[in-house]
Every structure is written in C-alpha cells, then in structure tokens.
C-alpha cells in the first residue's frame, strides 16, 4: 500500500545535501520510516520512495549515494528498476532487501550487479556494514569518475590535429615518423607534441601513454563510457 509517510522524499528533499546519500525505495511505509531513522542515527542522509517511478523521477546527486531497493514493489519490480539504472551502479551501489527468501532472485539480482541482499525483518549487524561499504564504493567511483572526466576535458580541448598527434606518440612513433603519417613538417609535430603535453598536463610521455589508456578504456565508470570526446587510438594499417 502506497501511503505517503513524513519520511518520504518530500521533507528530505528541502535539506541542503552534503552528507552520504542513502536512497530507500520501499513500498511498506513503516521500513521506510524505520530504515530513514536508522540512516539519520548513523549520520547519513535518507531518501525514501515508495515505488520505483518515483526513484526514477529523484534529481541526480553528485554525493556518495546507495540504494537500499526492496525486490517485490508495485509497478515497477525491483529487479526491473536494477535493469532500467544499469548505468548507475558503479555511483551509486545497490543492496536488494525482500520479505522471501527467493534464490532464484537472490541469484538473479546478484548477477545484475547487487552487492548485496538481505532479508526482513533487517539485521543491523547486516544492514548497516553493507550500507557503509556501498558508499565507500560509491565514494571512490565518483572520485574515478571525477579524474576521468577532467582528463576528457583535457582531452577535448585539443586540437584535431594535436589528438592525431598524440594518438601517435603514445603508439611509440618517433617525431619524424609521426610527421610522415600526418603529412606535415618534423618541426609542426614538436610543436603540437609540446602542446599536447601542456594541455594534457603530463610530466611525461609515460604519462601520456598511461593517459591515453584510460582514455581508451573509459575509467571503468559506465556513465563516462558515453562522451562523446571518447580516446581511439588508429588502426595500426594506418601507422605501419
């Protein structure tokens, strides 16, 4: 039964947030006030829901967050809400909470990316070491997230050129070589290498190279793999 409760995201959401977020989507109003008072007691900020769509419809946060979702909700299931905020999860972890005891479930929410499920009534001795590791993932993804994004600016605020010239040098192609695949003088490479690593702001071409492969790679952060900006390296045809 969908009851508003005093603890819903309506009187959480006026506070100013810079606390650890814990969201709580459940449809049982009484775990979710119980729940919010437990997260406020451990000095974190509590967010409730009662159903998946009204998670859905939340402002995103740029804080240390996790996701205590109940597995059975009307509507939109748990387990489809896991599916539909698969970006999500390396920010923002999840932990599944259900009143059954459903391996299959279990099972199946844990392969989605669940880090952890638990079973009603809650064990704190359970509940809360999972919430404080979920934001220390949480925690440590955004502070990735945030490295990576800056070295995509970076990245972005290259020249054209000077990103053909780097995605050279960091292959391990000399000055002279580079200058012979862009068609252009040895002299104009040194100078847009020189560019490259001052706008890059690496110390070294080691760096560089270390740069370029988390710039491949996209940090590990699902969200960041879908700029636009994003590092490819030439066919190695085009530089033989």
């Not at 760096?207 to 790679?217: I, P, Y």
Request: aromatic content about 4%; charged content about 20%; glycine content about 4%.
């Amino acid at each position: 039964m969908n009851l508003p409760s005093a603890f819903d995201r309506g009187s959480d959401a006026q506070l100013p947030v810079s606390r650890p977020i814990v969201f709580i989507v459940d449809d049982d109003v009484s775990v979710r006030e119980s729940l919010s008072l437990q997260m406020r007691n451990e000095g974190w900020q509590p967010e409730t829901f009662a159903s998946a769509q009204e998670y859905l419809a939340r402002s995103p946060v740029t804080v240390p967050s996790c996701l205590v979702l109940d597995i059975v909700l009307p509507g939109i299931t748990g387990l489809e809400l896991q599916r539909l905020i698969a970006d999500e999860w390396a920010v923002t972890p999840i932990i599944i909470i259900t009143g059954y005891g459903d391996v299959p479930k279990t099972v199946q929410a844990m392969k989605a990316g669940a880090i952890e499920f638990l079973t009603k009534p809650l064990n704190d001795k359970l509940l809360l070491p999972a919430v404080r590791h979920a934001l220390a993932r949480s925690q440590s993804a955004l502070r990735h997230k945030a490295e990576f994004d800056k070295l995509q600016c970076c990245y972005a605020a290259l020249t054209h050129r000077e990103q053909q010239v780097m995605q050279l040098v960091v292959l391990g192609m000399p000055n002279k070589q580079v200058a012979e695949e862009l068609h252009i003088s040895e002299i104009t490479v040194k100078a847009h290498r020189g560019r490259v690593m001052q706008k890059m702001q690496a110390d070294s071409l080691a760096d560089l190279v270390k740069m370029a492969g988390r710039l491949q790679s996209g940090s590990g952060v699902r969200a960041a793999r879908r700029s636009p900006d994003r590092f490819a390296l030439p066919q190695q045809h085009s530089v033989a």
